[in-house]
T-cell receptor, first 112, second 114 residues
Framework: GENVEQHPSTLSVQEGDSAVIKCTYS??????FPWYKQELGKRPQLIID?????GEKKDQRIAVTLNKTAKHFSLHITETQPEDSAVYFC???????????FGTGTQLKVEL | KAGVTQTPRYLIKTRGQQVTLSCSPI?????VSWYQQTPGQGLQFLFE???????NKGNFPGRFSGRQFSNSRSEMNVSTLELGDSALYLC?????????????FGNGTRLTVT
């Protein structure tokens, strides 16, 4: 069945360092990969997404890369700031393009 | 525009009872999806409704059901509650169904089953 694995489950970095979160998916037909950020006590919000016809996408300090052959995609955050502390969820459009399957989340903590 | 509204915010129920959760989508959004969020399990898809029809369903038992009304508001029902049903239930609305459009989440309903 459809599966999205996400690593690591927790990540602690120093302010200003980079953070990388990796996800792998099982459905080779998946063609859309969004990332959601959930701050403590708040709702998840879309921060960036990538489609399968693109290998990389950037938006200021965040970027997402996609390797279709290996079926994995990653979120990169550069120059991390305390406000980047949150849970990050990757997702893949699976089931013949019918639903989003989410990873289990990564708790990112940016320490001063 | 007002965001996605979920009611109630908190619920405490006893095993065996049933519960109904409500979700009002962003105005103009006709797709509503429901997710269960638990520590370590992330966001697990329950079902999606579009134009009052269930488009897709996740791997949850039949105790979990939902519906959507003509004004796009949606309800989720859980019958014969079990302790393991304790979770944050999030609904999300989007302009189009199927997951390609951004999901706009509500604040969730925190369900505790004792």
């Amino acid at each position: 069945g459809e599966n999205v694995e996400q690593h690591p489950s927790t990540l602690s970095v120093q302010e200003g360092d980079s953070a990388v979160i990796k996800c792998t998916y099982s459905d080779s037909a998946s063609n859309y990969f969004p990332w959601y950020k959930q701050e403590l006590g708040k709702r998840p919000q879309l921060i960036i997404d990538i489609r399968s016809n693109v290998g990389e996408k950037k938006d200021q300090r965040i970027a997402v890369t996609l390797n279709k052959t290996a079926k994995h995609f990653s979120l990169h955050i550069t120059e991390t700031q305390p406000e980047d502390s949150a849970v990050y969820f990757c997702a893949a459009l699976t089931g013949g393009g019918n639903k989003l399957t989410f990873g289990t989340g990564t708790q990112l903590k940016v320490e001063l | 525009k007002a965001g996605v509204t979920q009611t109630p915010r908190y619920l405490i129920k006893t095993r065996g009872q049933q519960v109904t959760l409500s979700c009002s989508p962003i105005s103009g959004h006709r797709s509503v999806s429901w997710y269960q969020q638990t520590p370590g399990q992330g966001l697990q898809f329950l079902f999606e409704y579009f134009s009052e029809t269930q488009r897709n369903k996740g791997n949850f038992p039949g105790r979990f059901s939902g519906r959507q009304f003509s004004n796009s508001r949606s309800e989720m029902n859980v019958s014969t509650l079990e302790l393991g049903d304790s979770a944050l239930y999030l609904c999300a609305s989007s302009e189009t169904p199927g997951g390609l459009a951004p999901l706009h989440f509500g604040n969730g309903t925190r369900l505790t089953v004792t």
